[in-house]
């Protein structure tokens, strides 16, 4: 099992250029999540996707779009990108148990964006 | 608000020193309780967890214990490696909560010295 999987590692940009982050898990799971992580600030949740088809703004929204392309794949989307976005990106991804989603999450390694 | 609060790094030791890392949370209800661990260059991995209170999570040598009257989930190690250089991050997940979503403390670098 590849586990949780983002493409690509690094990535360079100007103000105003769009990109998309892919990010795809092998572990059936139905709950997956964008979070940013900038120095001294933690891990910050974007958006997340409770099950196929659903996706919920988080705590820092602000200049992304997500699509959950289906239960495997869930994309990040900066459509006119920032300084303020440079940052470093991890996607993860969580178990359902009945109606609930576990609290374990499982992350992906990272995609490290700089905003020019 | 939820929130955890973790001490500042970054924390220096020498190898087989006796590590505390502080981690306080505030919330509403009753939350279960993360260490995740991020090695340079690599994402997040969970180190230990509790679900209640009095609780302890163990891993590798790590240990946490749920206290509910302190609010708080400090991690130690007796006896640390160079291998245990990394950043540590407290986290919260609430019961009421269906998503699964995680609340992150601001993160604690820890960096062993042979």
């Known amino acids: 099992n590849a586990g949780v999987t983002q493409t690509p590692k690094f990535q360079v940009l100007k103000t105003g250029q769009s990109m998309t982050l892919q990010c795809a898990q092998d572990m059936n799971h139905n709950s997956m999540y964008w979070y940013r992580q900038d120095p001294g600030m933690g891990l910050r949740l974007i958006y997340y996707s409770a099950s196929e088809g659903t996706t919920d703004k988080g705590e820092v929204p602000n200049g992304y779009n997500v699509s959950r392309l289906n239960k495997r794949e869930f994309s990040l989307r900066l459509e006119s990108a920032a300084p303020s976005q440079t940052s470093v990106y991890f996607c993860a991804s969580s178990d359902q148990r009945g109606t609930r989603t576990t609290d374990t999450q499982y992350f992906g390694p990272g995609t490290r964006l700089t905003v020019l | 608000g939820d929130s955890v609060t973790q001490m500042e790094g970054p924390v220096t030791l020498s190898e087989e020193a006796f590590l505390t890392i502080n981690c306080t949370y505030t919330a509403t209800g009753y939350p279960s309780l993360f260490w995740y661990v991020q090695y340079p260059g690599e994402g997040l991995q969970l180190l230990l967890k509790a679900t209640k209170a009095d609780d302890k999570g163990s891993n590798k040598g790590f240990e946490a214990t749920y206290r509910k009257e302190t609010t708080s989930f400090h991690l130690e190690k007796g006896s640390v490696q160079v291998s245990d250089s990394a950043v540590y991050f407290c986290?919260?997940?609430?019961?009421?909560?269906?998503?699964?979503?995680?609340?992150f403390g601001q993160g604690t670098t820890l960096q062993v010295k042979p």
């Open positions: 986290a919260l997940s609430l019961h009421s909560s269906n998503t699964g979503k995680l609340i």
